[in-house]
Each structure stands twice: as structure tokens, then as C-alpha cells.
């Protein structure tokens, strides 16, 4: 059904269409994919179990041209060590004048393994020349990160990669969201700490998204927040990817969505300097005489793009919003929303 009130609020909250019943248009619908079943998971309890079963996970990719897509997290650069002589495909923002240490990190890494680096370079072009593309495709307005992750995969397609490996999966899987797993929160706090842009800041007629959160909620005031994220954030996040590389009609591949943890998450050992303390593992195993990196999110120069921007015009926005108190990325969901609208009305 045609929701478009609903629909506007839940990518403004959340950065995706919950509802797979509501659509913003008639003729477009769009579906929210779960990338691997929980029941179909290898269980891990070791680094070295993690070790294991990614290395059986490239014997039986063995014989396809593959390419990385290499970021200078340990999460890519872990994988990278499975793949000595592939292709890696880097992002080059801005020229090399954004994320600078990044890119150094994952020119060592590529380094490291003997890769074959190319540079995958960024700047407003790159969201103009993609983003509807992939606004279409899901049938939604999306995450910043997809129009670059289609250039990247079409680049590599044009190289001849016969498929995409990502390591997008691990920080859900092995705790690697400390900022949001890192404390007890009460139902109120997370709420207000997960949605990326409060609807009724932005919206003229915003519906509330609590709905959402109330499936999760705990006796009293708590909420399951570590369920959330498996089952919320998970569809958010991995979407982005499957929908950048469906454009582009490359197959990618994630080892470690295909795994799981066996033993409870040591949320003390995540909220005291060790998010992702097996993956912090592998690394050192790989890597045993780099420092381990910084987890940082794949960088995109929303502050930089929008530093000028003066803020949205359609009606369905408030008008004199102060866009001061918006961040980049929040300024990138109004502006998405409404390129996404606008170009919907014109078909």
C-alpha cells in the first residue's frame, strides 16, 4: 500500500523502509533482504576457529577472478590476508585530501599480501552520476555509501572481477557497534541515541516510529538493544551493500556473514577497549607487527558536500530549518529524500 507519510519517517529514522507492506509510490515497491539465516551460520568461539573457516570459505571460491574491497579497518584487511595476488579496490576521496590515514593504512595492508591496488576515486560527481540508479533500484531513497559502492563494483567489473569480497558483516556479528552496545541503556535512551534523524525535527507531518522499538522493549523501561541490532540495524546495513552491487550486476561475498559467535558476546571486554576482541585477534595474527587499528565507519565527505547546502524546499519539509544543528549525514537524508521524491514525480 501507498504510505508515503509512514515512508518518509522511517528513512529519516532508521535510513530504511521497515515496513515491507508501505511504499512512498504506486508502481514501486521495495523489499528488505535478511543476507544469511542465523540457522545457516558456522559457530565460532576462537580467533582461530575464525581463522578456519574463512580459509574454507576461499578454498571453495577458489578458481574466480576476485577483487576486495580494502578500507584500512581490520575487518578487509583481516580478508585480505586470504587473498595474495587479487585485485583490491580502495576509495580515494576528494583527490586523497579526505581520510587520508585511511587510505595510508590500506595501501600498507594491500602492500602486506602482494594486491594488486586500485584506487576508486570519490568526489560529488560520483554521487550525482549514481544515485538515482540506486534510489530506483530499492525503490527508496538510500545510505550515502551507495553510490560509491556502485562505482567501486562497476570499476571492478570493467576489470574483470567475477566477484566483490566485503567484510561489512563483522561489526554486528563480532560487537563491533560499541557506541550503541557499549552501556545498559533504558527503552527511552536507546531509542533517542539509534534513530539518525528525529522525523519531527525535519518532517511537516511526521509519524512516530516507537512502534519499532516497542517489539524490542523489556520489562519496565529496558529494551533488548543487542536484538535490535541483529534484527534492525542488520537490514539497514547490509541492504546498502546488496543493493549497490544488484545495480551493478557484480556478486559480491562476505565471509563473515556466514558465521556467528558461539560463545555469548563479553560486552566487558567491549565496553572496556576491546570491541570486536576476535577479530582484534585475527588481525594480530595477521599483522603481528602492526598496531591494530581504530575502527572508524567507511568514510564519505557528507560534511564536506554539505557545508553550503541551505536545506530542502519541498512541502514536506519545515521551512527554516537551521541546518547548523543537522550533521553531514543527516543533511544527506533530506537531501536524498528529496531528489528521490522529485525525480519519483517526474517519471
Not at 264 to 284: C, N, T
Not at 323 to 332: A, E, L, P, R
Amino acid at each position: 500500500m501507498v504510505d508515503k507519510k509512514y515512508c518518509m519517517s522511517s528513512y529519516m529514522a532508521f535510513r530504511y523502509i521497515e515496513d515491507d507492506n508501505k511504499d512512498f509510490y504506486e508502481g514501486i515497491h521495495h523489499t528488505n533482504i535478511v543476507s544469511v539465516p542465523l540457522d545457516e551460520r558456522i559457530p565460532v568461539h576462537t580467533a582461530q576457529d575464525i581463522d578456519t573457516e574463512i580459509e574454507k570459505q576461499f578454498e571453495a571460491l577458489r578458481g574466480k577472478k576476485l577483487g576486495i574491497m580494502l578500507s584500512g579497518g581490520m575487518d578487509s584487511a583481516n580478508l585480505a590476508a586470504y587473498m595474495r595476488g587479487c585485485d583490491a579496490y580502495t576509495f580515494r576521496f576528494l583527490g586523497g585530501e579526505f581520510g587520508k590515514e585511511e587510505l595510508a593504512r590500506a595501501e600498507q595492508f594491500a602492500k602486506y599480501h602482494g594486491l594488486r591496488l586500485h584506487y576508486v576515486d570519490i568526489d560529488w560527481s560520483t554521487v550525482e552520476r549514481y544515485v538515482d540508479d540506486v534510489m530506483r533500484a530499492k525503490a527508496a531513497p538510500v545510505h550515502s555509501i551507495e553510490p560509491q559502492i556502485l562505482q567501486a563494483a562497476l570499476q571492478a567489473k570493467s576489470d574483470g572481477i567475477e566477484m566483490m569480497i566485503v567484510g561489512e558483516s563483522s561489526d554486528l556479528i563480532f560487537g563491533g557497534m560499541d557506541q550503541l552496545i557499549g552501556k545498559e541503556w533504558s527503552f527511552d535512551e536507546f531509542m533517542n541515541r539509534y534513530i539518525f534523524t528525529k522525523p519531527e525535527e525535519v518532517l511537516v507531518e511526521p509519524e512516530s516510529m516507537q512502534y519499532l522499538f516497542e517489539r524490542y522493549r523489556k520489562e519496565g523501561n529496558g529494551i533488548d538493544y543487542l536484538r535490535f541490532m541483529d534484527e534492525v540495524f542488520s537490514i539497514e546495513s547490509s541492504g546498502s551493500y546488496m543493493n549497490a552491487f544488484a545495480v551493478a550486476d557484480m556478486p559480491y561475498y562476505d565471509p563473515y556473514a556466514r558465521l556467528i559467535m558461539a560463545d555469548k558476546l563479553d560486552l566487558y571486554r567491549v565496553r572496556h577497549g576491546e570491541p570486536k576482541y576476535l577479530i582484534r585477534e585475527l588481525f594480530a595474527r595477521k599483522y603481528p607487527d602492526l598496531p591494530i587499528p581504530f575502527k572508524t565507519p567507511m568514510p564519505r565527505p557528507v560534511d564536506l558536500y554539505f557545508a553550503s547546502w541551505e536545506g530542502p524546499t519541498r512541502p514536506e519539509f519545515k521551512k527554516n530549518l537551521d541546518m547548523d544543528s543537522f550533521t553531514g549525514n543527516q543533511k544527506w537524508q533530506m537531501w536524498c529524500l528529496e531528489r528521490f521524491m522529485q525525480i519519483e514525480e517526474e517519471i
